[in-house]
């Protein structure tokens, strides 16, 4: 237990071996077995260079980039190195490019809808096109600024939308046409030069979403694979973001957002001057901004390099190979797509393997996998982000899903009762009161500061069950019941 309470403070030391102690509750950030949320290179030496790169610049503040230069060059570098990465810059069909650094990619999401949006003043209810496999960040971009979102199903074979279906949802009112380079979920990359010529035919913006994919692509592209166009070389792709807390392999959070020129960036900025305090001049969300992540990505990627970047990109694919090859020779399971980025997705086909029990067999033999639950014509599937550091130890993947395979179907299904999945099925935001989700919690396992269970394929049939809707105010609730202070 932490003492919160001490009105003498504590010594150093005191303090670090308190945050250890609470990071030994973490899942791995380091070691190639977890599959979501962190990207690890393997790089000896590369954290400490970050960390110290941090440190320097941590209480620089972006918020004025007259009397912080430093914080300004390294933006600039940052974007430069971005823009050459995804087609932009001198000698190309985007010389003008510009961008911006942003905290990740809900942030410059969130941004390219903003300035889409906020470039068409005449249109009093726009709208956004995406389509269902797009990030969810672009429907929380559409809640934060009141844009309509208009969804484009996606084909359940090619995982993409069809070109046809782009087109007949853009309408006058619209303002922004997206899509993924690739898709978080499956890894698969967008028909971006069709929708990009649907979007400049209408008039629209397109932004390109290579938030995930847009550090790799490039380098899969020059290691042989058949990448297609995805970038500011598109006629049509006005903007387009990428990660660099991703496959650039700098900490958390860096995002880079590009604009093909500066006239369409100009309505990102916020400008206020009515007020007896400084001007507030923002091209970010974020007014005052740490340069401790910048500097952080600004030594990464000196340090890596084009080449180092490549053969990263090289160690990656060849781990992406092998964990396919996995799947495809283990009993029950089926890709969903075939590779062609950094994701590896795969399905179950055999009714007496439940699939959030395999991931929880995997989670007990140390291998952390991030499931996805059903989505219209999409069957609940593992998803696995791959990074370099997944390479050395992924021949050890196989012998473990088929151990874990072989567990889950000796268990058999999650057995919840027939009445309880029913009512998910039925329910309705409105009816979850205080009082049922509560009982629901407390049947999961969950609440009473008791944190998240080890195992967590209960709560996952659960929410299979439950339409979307209801999945997010289960969600909700029971985040709101593990986010709690304890007295």
Known sequence: ??????????????????????????????????????????????????ATAYAESA???????????????????????????????????????????????????????????????????????????????FAKAAHYLRVALDTVPVDPTTLRPAVADVAAAVRPETVLVACSAPSYAHGVVDPVEQIAEVAAAAGVRCHVDACFGGWTLPYLRRLGLPVPPFDLAVPGVTSISVDLHKYAYAPKGVSVLLHRDPQLRAPQYFAYADWPGYTMINPVISSTRSGGPIAAAYATLRHLGDDGYLELTRRTWAAVRTLADAVRATDGLRLVAEPESTVVCFTVEDPTLDLFLLVDELTARGWHTQPQLRYADLPASVHLTVTAAVAPRVAEFGPALVDAVAAARAAGPVALPPDLLALAGSLTPEALTPELVAGLAEGLGLGDGAGAPDRMAAVNTLLDAAPAAVRERLLVEFVGLLQRPAW
Request: charged share 20%; hydrophobic share 45%.
């Open 59 to 137: 209480h620089v503040n972006g918020l004025d980039p007259t009397a912080f230069p430093s914080l300004l060059a390294m933006e600039n570098a940052l974007v430069a190195a971005a823009a050459r990465l995804l087609g932009g810059g001198p000698g190309t069909s985007a010389p003008e490019v510009v961008g911006s650094v942003t905290s990740g990619g809900t942030e410059s999401l969130i941004l390219a809808v903003k300035t889409a949006r906020d470039a068409r003043p005449d249109i009093a209810a726009p709208r956004i096109v995406v389509p269902a496999s797009a990030h969810a960040a």
């Open 1 to 50: 237990m932490i003492d919160e309470n001490r009105p003498d403070g504590m010594p150093a030391e005191q303090v670090l071996a308190e945050i250890r102690q609470l990071r030994a509750m973490d899942r791995p950030t380091h070691g190639g077995r977890l599959f979501a949320y962190v990207y690890d290179p393997a790089v000896p030496g590369l954290d400490a260079l970050a």
